[in-house]
């Protein structure tokens, strides 16, 4: 599953980047995935909106099992 994640997170990573930040996978365990966001997302007061809206609905649809994204 965590091989899976990262792929998902590849294909949001370069829209993060445009904007001068990235995403980190720490880890996956019982369906939660747990991401660090870097760079100008890092403080972004829209940070928790583009976690839930974009990110976990990219891997969610993507992976099967994921039931939650988390940012640490």
Do not use: F, W, Y
């Not at 792929?7 to 365990?29: F, T």
């Not at 995935?33 to 972004?44: D, N, P, Y």
């Not at 829209?46 to 099967?64: D, G, R």
């Amino acid at each position: 599953m965590k091989d899976q994640v990262e792929v998902a997170l590849n294909k949001i990573r370069p829209a993060l980047m445009a904007d001068g930040g990235n995403i980190e996978l720490v880890d996956v365990k019982e369906g939660r995935v747990s991401v660090r966001l870097t760079g100008a997302c890092h403080g972004c007061p829209m940070a928790q909106m583009t976690l839930k809206e974009e990110v976990e609905k990219s891997i969610m649809s993507s992976v099967p099992g994921v039931t939650e994204v988390i940012s640490v």
